[in-house]
């Protein structure tokens, strides 16, 4: 028996703890997410049926797709048997542009780079992040300690990842959750800038730092990037070259610092 929700589905199982019982749980949805710019298809991403406008903005944002929220004029969510369509309608301008790219990255859960065309598209030519102000390290793992028990999805399913902006004394805001990690920060990052908040804090991911998540990171011009696992090379070599602290393994009482780490108060480096 399967009993569909927006988000999660309820299905019974056979589970082993010990013995053979069935039971009844809940796990993620996923779903195809097709991305439409002026009437043209873009991209089709898996992803949670959630937060759909702030993903469509976040999105267009961190892929460059647009420079600012006020290039995108509309957004209308359309539902249909196999999956969503988000339908954008954005400024001539930033239509052009997309043209010329010619990106399509069909196939993959938060698969952001998946059939980029060229290197040029991958390696995106950003601005260091500025410096700002000392951001406390005291901040990032209370953020990571109060960010599980907003994470109501997770709690639920199991399966899904979240995001979110953490503050200077520890309070945390726009928690997004996908199942796919870069979703979920595009999610946040577009709930952001639907506020005109600006670039202040750090950003929690509950995953592994990946490079494209970094570039997304900078490209809104955060300058603090924490995850609670580990980064790639490539993801820490670009944190490197764009200003950006990136901190690993935030768990408990500690962290792995591989950027920049003057940023962050109370560094020993």
Do not use: W
Request: net charge negative; proline share 4%; aromatic share 4%.
């Amino acid at each position: 028996m399967i009993v569909l929700d927006k988000m999660h589905s309820n299905l019974q199982l056979t589970v082993q703890r010990p013995g053979y019982a069935p039971q009844l749980d809940t796990v993620a949805e996923e779903v195809p997410v097709a991305f439409e710019y002026n009437g043209i298809s873009h991209t089709v991403m898996l992803a949670t049926p959630a937060d759909l406008e702030d993903f469509a903005l976040g999105f267009s944002l961190t892929e460059g797709i647009v420079e600012r929220r006020s290039e995108v004029f509309d957004i209308e969510v359309e539902e249909a048997e196999e999956g969503i369509t988000l339908h954008l309608e954005i400024a001539g301008g930033a239509f052009a542009r997309l043209k010329e790219r010619r990106r399509s990255l069909a196939g993959r859960t938060g698969c952001g780079l998946c059939g980029a065309e060229s290197l040029t598209q991958v390696m995106r030519d950003l601005p260091p992040v500025a410096d700002g102000t000392p951001f406390p390290l005291a901040a990032l793992h209370e953020g990571m300690h109060r960010l599980p028990t907003l994470q109501a999805l997770q709690q639920t399913t199991g399966a899904v990842h979240a995001a979110c902006r953490v503050t200077a004394d520890g309070g945390i805001s726009h928690v997004r959750e996908d199942v796919g990690r870069h979703n979920a920060l595009d999610k946040t990052l577009g709930a952001l800038a639907a506020v005109d908040a600006a670039p202040e804090g750090a950003l929690i991911i509950t995953s592994r730092a990946s490079f494209e998540m970094v570039q997304k990171s900078a490209a809104m011009g955060y300058g603090v990037l924490a995850a609670v696992s580990a980064p790639t090379a490539a993801a820490i070599r670009l944190a490197d070259r764009l200003n950006l602290t990136l901190v690993g393994f935030l768990r408990g009482a500690n962290c792995s610092i591989y950027t920049h780490a003057k940023r962050l108060q109370g560094s020993t480096t």
